[in-house]
Every structure is written in structure tokens, then in C-alpha cells.
């Protein structure tokens, strides 16, 4: 019989570190733990921020970054990699040939993080050609927000319409599935566009009236990421994931002054109350 540490899913996350605690690494590894996996990380880059904004980033030199990744990889290895904030093309690239040597039949959840909740860009204008060439293609999953879509497809993402349209072109871009989220697309109604390459899914749920949005999409990718390592389908991983994102943000603690982090402990309250 295996062990209890064996069966679980075992999660390399490289992103940025937010101070903050509510969006990167933080985020995920929260998440990743409350759902039952084992978080590792790469940090791409140190950020000053809080709820209000970003305030400065420092970048960890592309050495350190694959150090950190290949000594997860050579000793504990992963079920899936999700990727965050990555920042530079030379980074990407880097990290791109890693993955083909040491990790080529790891599952790739991309979050393509570019411009943070307070409007912060966080990604180089010259890197997001090399994501689309490099880290997009073969990813098991792709999380954009409709702002994110549009700068990676040059599709409008205004509507559903839109949102299908830029799936379509980031699996015809080589990924094998595709999120287009639509938190920034009006209506009471929030539809997430989920396309495989065999079915296309509409996730639907009531519009949250909060400002407690930070780190919203690093938590979905990393929530999705942990239920694919439980073996969870690509639609079910993506429902699960958003359904007890919906929960975090409901239980969300009202810190801060700008837009306030979630409550990825939700499920531990629940018990202790």
C-alpha cells in the first residue's frame, strides 16, 4: 500500500514572490497545500506589494531560477509544473530548454501573468512572443484572463464569442487545452471558456460583489494543477478549482486597502468554527 506522502500530487511552481501574500508563490503554495498536494518552487522574481499595487520588483537572475527548478526536478521531481510570473524573454527561454531536458513528460499549467489586479505590467513586451513560441505550445493547460488572451492571440475578448474565438487560437498556437476566464468581462453573470481539443465547456457562477480579487488567477492555476495531480479530468479539475476559488473569495478577510487577498485557508476555518 502506498504511503500517505505518495500520493501526493507533487506541484513545481515557478513564479514571483508577492510580499504580500495573497497572489505568487505564496498563493500557490497555499492553495497547492489546502488542496491536498506538495508545493515546490522556483521564484522568478522578489516584489514589494500589497493590496494597493506593486511597488518595485527585483528579478532573480535566470541561474538562480533554473537552480532552484532542476534541484526539485533531480531529487523530488513533479506531476505538474505550473507556471507564474516569468518576466523576461531570456528567462523563458531558459527555462523552456530546462523543461525539454528534465521534464518532458511533466504536465505544464501556464498562467501567462502580465499585468498584476493593480494594473502593474509584469511581463517585457519582448518576452511574450517567446511564451507563445515556446512555453504555450504543449501546455496541458493555458489560464488567461481576457486581457491576457487578447495580447496573446490579437483576438477581442469582450464577449463569450470572443473568449471562444481566443481558445480556438491558443490550442491552434499548440496548447492542448485552453481557460479563457472572463472576470473582466461585464455581466452578473461570470463564464469561464474552457476548450479541449475535443469538447468546449462553459463554466458558469453568480458575479462576487467584493474587491477581494488579489491573486485570483495564480490560485485558480494552482488549484487546477493540484486536482490533475489527483488524477482529476481537465473539466472536472477546472470545475473543482473553481468552485472552492469561489469559496476562498467568499470567505475572503477584508485586509488591506486596495484589492484585499483571499481566505485559501477557508476549509481549516470551517473545521475550527
Known amino acids: 500500500m502506498a ?35 506538495y508545493g515546490m518552487t522556483a521564484i522568478t522574481a522578489i516584489t514589494a506589494q500589497d493590496t ?19 534541484a526539485c526536478l533531480n531529487d ?3 506531476d505538474l509544473i505550473k507556471t507564474g510570473m516569468l518576466g523576461s524573454r531570456v528567462l523563458i527561454e531558459a527555462l523552456a530548454e530546462l ?7 511533466v504536465r505544464r499549467i501556464v498562467d501567462p501573468v502580465m499585468v498584476a489586479t493593480s494594473g502593474a505590467r509584469l511581463i517585457d513586451e519582448s518576452a511574450v512572443d517567446t511564451l507563445r513560441a515556446l ?15 487578447e495580447i496573446l492571440t490579437g483576438k ?9 474565438r481566443a481558445a480556438e487560437a491558443l490550442l491552434e498556437l499548440g496548447a492542448k487545452a ?3 476566464k472572463g472576470g473582466h468581462i461585464d455581466g452578473h453573470i461570470l463564464t469561464d471558456v474552457l476548450q479541449t481539443e475535443y469538447s468546449e465547456h462553459f463554466i458558469e457562477a453568480p458575479r462576487i460583489d467584493t474587491v477581494s480579487t488579489h491573486g485570483t488567477g495564480c490560485t485558480l492555476a494552482s488549484a487546477i494543477a493540484t486536482r490533475l495531480g489527483h488524477g482529476d479530468d481537465m473539466e472536472t479539475a477546472v470545475r473543482a478549482a473553481r468552485d472552492w476559488l469561489t ?27
Open 178 to 180: 485552453a481557460l479563457v
Open 3 to 37: 504511503s500517505e506522502t505518495e500520493k501526493l500530487p507533487r506541484i513545481l511552481i515557478v513564479a514571483g514572490s508577492d510580499s504580500s501574500g495573497g497572489a505568487g508563490v505564496q498563493a500557490d503554495l497555499k492553495t497547492v497545500t489546502a488542496l491536498g498536494g
Open 156 to 164: 477581442a475578448v469582450e464577449t463569450i464569442d470572443g473568449q471562444r
Open 76 to 78: 523530488i521531481g513533479a
Open 247 to 273: 469559496e476562498a473569495i467568499k470567505a475572503a478577510p477584508g485586509f488591506g486597502a486596495g484589492a484585499g487577498p483571499l481566505h485559501h485557508g477557508w476549509q481549516i476555518s470551517r473545521v475550527l468554527d
Open 52 to 70: 494597493t499595487g506593486v511597488h518595485d520588483v527585483w528579478p532573480v537572475p535566470v541561474p538562480a531560477v533554473l537552480a532552484q527548478a532542476q
Open 99 to 105: 523543461l525539454a531536458e528534465r521534464a518532458l513528460d
Open 135 to 149: 512555453l504555450i505550445t504543449d501546455a496541458a493547460l493555458v489560464t488567461p484572463n481576457a486581457p491576457e488572451a
